[in-house]
């Protein structure tokens, strides 16, 4: 298996600040990584794809960056509803894999 | 916009089975890969396996002796069966849609199943 692992586990933070999530992966993974938002009792969303890419309809404040085993996703300018768990995921084999969580809190 | 909902009981007895399914609403079932993911409480995110329309699927090994699904295409829906069931499968079931690159680009909100007697 890949092992995805995330750090911080937890961050409080304020609206306006600017937010950096990191993604390490066991093992080489090229960009095959992507970044979803999760908050209870809603559908999970796909923010980004093969590390870099945006997806349609996501804020542009989000951004990912990395190749290889490190990973970041960036919030530019953190808003209400940035407030939320953050979870990394290879897809580089099939054994799919993902990180452990990052949950973002207000401060 | 695609949008899936996961249905099923919400509580399930040590040793029974859990069964769910997935209904997927503005797309088809014949396209794509479809996965089921779930979530214990405290803990991150699990992918449990994806099928295709095909029928040809893909277990995470963990649970392989445990899982089936199956898919419904006149009925665009899919689904999921977890044998021998104990307190530890206690989650939050997710439905998600798989692209051709493995990652999942539309989620249903998750059900909760509970594994108690």
């Known amino acids: 298996d890949i092992q995805m692992t995330q750090s911080p586990s937890s961050l409080s933070a304020s609206v306006g600040d600017r937010v950096t999530i990191t993604c390490r992966a066991s093992q080489s993974i090229s960009v095959y990584l992507s970044w979803y938002q999760v908050k209870p009792g809603k559908a999970p969303k796909l923010l980004i794809y093969a590390a870099s890419s945006l997806q349609s309809g996501v804020p542009s404040r989000f951004s990912g960056s990395g190749s290889g085993t490190d990973f970041t996703l960036t919030i530019s300018s953190l808003q209400p509803g940035d407030f939320a768990t953050y979870y990394c995921q290879q897809n580089y084999n099939t054994l799919l894999t993902f990180g452990q969580g990052t949950r973002l809190e207000i401060k | 916009q695609v949008e899936l909902q996961e249905s099923g009981p919400g509580l399930v007895k040590p040793s029974e089975t859990l069964s769910l399914t997935c209904t997927v609403s503005g797309g088809s079932v014949s396209t794509y890969y479809w996965s089921w993911i779930r979530q214990s409480p405290g803990k991150g995110l699990e992918w449990i396996g994806y099928?295709?329309?095909?029928?040809?699927?893909n277990f995470n090994p963990s649970l392989k002796s445990r899982v089936t699904m199956s898919i419904d295409t006149s009925r665009n829906q899919f689904s999921l069966n977890l044998t021998s069931v104990t307190a530890a499968d206690t989650a939050v079931y997710y439905c998600?849609?798989?692209?051709?690159?493995?990652?999942?680009?539309?989620w249903g909100q998750g059900t909760l199943v509970t594994v108690s007697s």
């Open positions: 998600a849609r798989v692209t051709y690159k493995n990652y999942f680009d539309y």
């Open positions: 099928i295709y329309y095909s029928g040809s699927t």
